[in-house]
């Protein structure tokens, strides 16, 4: 189980994920994030050097909103 589990399996049902690796973000990016969470089941965000991360990291219930072959 990772963080993200952890916070599921308490009953949230809306996360949003920020990496400490995000220097530029600003508010006017996490309030659009917020607005996309609203409509989405989930809203994944370009990083500015295209790194790239494991679905694993995000949590199994992340995982089991993403399209089959998307990952």
């Known amino acids: 189980?990772?963080?993200t589990d952890d916070i599921?399996?308490?009953?949230y049902t809306k996360v949003i994920l920020i990496g400490s690796d995000m220097p530029l973000m600003t508010s006017e990016l996490l309030n659009q994030t917020t607005f996309d969470r609203?409509?989405?089941?989930c809203v994944l965000g370009s990083a500015v050097q295209s790194a790239k991360f494991s679905?694993?990291?995000?949590?199994?219930?992340?995982?089991s909103l993403a399209k089959p072959?998307?990952?």
């Open 8 to 11: 599921f399996s308490k009953g």
């Open 69 to 71: 072959g998307t990952f």
């Open 55 to 63: 679905m694993e990291s995000i949590g199994a219930q992340a995982r």
């Open 38 to 41: 609203e409509v989405h089941d």
């Open 1 to 3: 189980m990772n963080v």
